[in-house]
Structures are given as structure tokens and as C-alpha cells.
């Protein structure tokens, strides 16, 4: 079956401008994981979502990031007034369950490059 | 709060020779624990993981890994590198506890180089 997917691959953006990234997650999936990958700081949390349970925002970095997921499946990362420093791999992930018990499955990661 | 520490950000090992890759925690209670692998321009993959039981797990590719309580470590190994082994491995643990909200903490990172 179709693993989780990301789009666009790669987006070159101006500081300033608005960027929306998309996950869709497998199907039946329900925890829905976003990750920031930059050179020299690692894989940073961000967000988390559980089916209906409110989100785990406690990884986002600033107000200008935003996240929401509708219908339980596909899931927007959102970053506003975009800078440089927003420049990173921004990885989407999810899972069955529990991660203990349900390991999470990446996407290829959404590119982010700001001019 | 916890953290993951990954002792070597480049591993450089020949072919054929033994692959090891060194993670310690820092909990007093010792977190679920995985071994992730990321090849150029793709996600992460699971290799292997260690919830409860047996300390010596196996993963895909011919990997392992072992859980030393008194050492807090993971260290991930392999017997003998192949040239496809070449990529970013990277430790992660999650917190046990059902106030866990299942959310990963990352090493650096890793990058294994193989040498023919």
C-alpha cells in the first residue's frame, strides 16, 4: 500500500511569504507526527496529533508555525512570514498507535529553502 | 529532560568490518528505545527497537542492538558493513508512562560511511 506522503518535495519561498506543506498520512493511521530536520540541530519535534484528542503543539517553534489535520487523515504544517531559519527538511510521520507498540512511518520530507 | 546523545557524528568503517554505532539516554527510567536509518532524500526506516524483554534485539539488514540499563547506552551494531549500509542512522527513545504523547526524541545523528 501507499506509504505517507508529502508535498511539494522541494519549495524555494522569499522571506516573508506564507508556505503551506501537506502530509497524508496511511490510511487508518491515527497519530499523525510533524518533524523539522536542520543541518547541525537534528530531528526537532514539532507537532503531534491522536485521533480527536487536542494536539501536542509543545514543539513548535514560534507563533508563525501552525498545524491542523481535517477529518482525522490529511494534515497541513503552516509556517507564516516565512525566514531563513525556517530553512530545513520538514518530515511528516504517523502511526497506528502507540509508538511503543506501532512504529512511525516517515514521508520523504518536504524541502524547504528560504530566500 | 530527556535526551539522546550519539558519541561520533561520522562513523567511517571499511567493508566487511564491524559497524558500531554508540547511543546513551538520560532518564533514571529507562525509555522505549529505536534505531532509525535515513537514506539520501528519503524518510526514516525503522531497523529496530527494544520495549521490554529480551535486551539483545534484531532488526532488519543483519543490525542489532543492546539495552544496558547500567550503562543507559543502545548501541547499535553489525557484524560485517556492506556498502549499502552507507547512510544517517539516528537514536531516538520515547518516555514510558501513560502521560506519553508518543512523540519521538532524536540523536543528532550518525552518518556511517563505508569504505570499499
Known amino acids: 500500500g501507499a506509504g505517507v506522503s508529502q508535498s511539494p518535495s522541494n519549495k524555494v519561498t522569499e522571506k516573508g511569504k506564507d508556505v503551506e506543506l501537506r502530509c497524508d498520512p496511511i490510511?487508518?493511521?491515527?497519530?499523525l507526527y510533524w518533524y523539522r530536520q536542520s543541518l547541525g540541530q537534528g530531528l526537532e519535534f514539532l507537532i503531534y496529533?491522536?485521533?480527536?484528542?487536542?494536539?501536542?503543539k509543545s514543539g513548535l517553534p514560534s507563533d508563525r508555525f501552525s498545524a491542523e489535520r481535517t477529518g482525522g487523515s490529511v494534515s497541513t504544517l503552516t509556517i507564516q512570514r516565512t525566514q531563513q531559519e525556517d530553512s530545513a527538511v520538514y518530515l511528516c510521520?504517523?502511526?497506528?498507535?502507540?509508538?511503543?507498540?506501532?512504529?512511525?512511518?516517515f514521508g520523504n520530507g518536504t524541502r524547504l529553502t528560504v530566500t | 529532560a530527556q535526551s539522546v546523545t550519539q558519541l561520533g557524528s561520522h562513523v567511517s568503517v571499511s567493508e566487511g568490518a564491524l559497524v558500531l554505532l554508540r547511543c546513551n539516554y538520560s532518564s533514571s527510567v529507562p525509555p522505549y528505545l529505536f534505531w532509525y536509518v535515513q537514506y539520501p532524500n528519503q524518510g526514516l526506516q525503522l531497523l529496530l527497537k527494544y520495549t521490554t524483554g529480551a535486551t539483545l534485539v534484531k532488526g532488519i539488514n543483519g543490525f542489532e542492538a543492546e539495552f544496558k540499563k547500567s550503562e543507559t547506552s543502545f548501541h547499535l551494531t553489525k557484524p560485517s558493513a556492506h556498502m549499502s549500509d552507507a547512510a544517517e542512522y539516528f537514536c531516538a527513545v520515547t518516555p514510558k508512562g501513560s502521560g506519553n504523547t508518543g512523540k519521538l526524541i532524536f540523536g543528532q545523528g550518525t552518518t556511517l560511511q563505508v569504505k570499499p
Open positions: 490510511s487508518g493511521h491515527t497519530a
Open positions: 496529533f491522536q485521533g480527536n484528542s487536542a494536539p501536542d
Open positions: 510521520a504517523s502511526s497506528m498507535a502507540q509508538i511503543y507498540n506501532s512504529p512511525l512511518h
